[in-house]
């Protein structure tokens, strides 16, 4: 899976890229694209690179949606397994409780 995962991220790349200029700032549109290269880091052990983009995309999130939103939901799974990734057990139980 790391190999397509890694073909994957500059097509993910270019899609955040390509929603930053065609939607507003802090569209959620925005985040799900967010949301969607940050798990491909963590498929390709990359999750120090991920962590200032998943904490955009949960901004954006928290900000367009109530608490218990499915993509809020999907966020908050995604920080546990970044944080579980880089051995910041406490913040991965912070996301859990969520």
């Known amino acids: 899976m790391a190999g397509r ?4 991220l500059p097509h993910h ?3 955040v ?3 930053r200029r ?7 549109h925005v985040g799900a694209y967010l949301i969607g290269h940050v798990q491909t880091l963590l498929a390709v052990d990359r999750a120090a690179e991920a962590e200032p983009l998943l ?3 949960l901004a954006i999130y928290e900000g367009h949606f ?3 939103h499915p993509r809020i ?3 908050w799974k995604t920080a546990v397994r970044l944080y579980e990734a880089l051995g910041r057990a406490d913040e991965a ?3 859990r409780v969520q």
């Open 5 to 8: 995962a890694e073909e994957a």
């Open 13 to 15: 790349e270019e899609a």
């Open 17 to 19: 890229a390509t929603a």
């Open 22 to 28: 065609a939607l507003a700032e802090g569209h959620w």
């Open 55 to 57: 904490l955009e995309a």
């Open 66 to 68: 109530e608490p218990g």
């Open 73 to 75: 939901a999907t966020a």
């Open 93 to 95: 139980a912070r996301y």
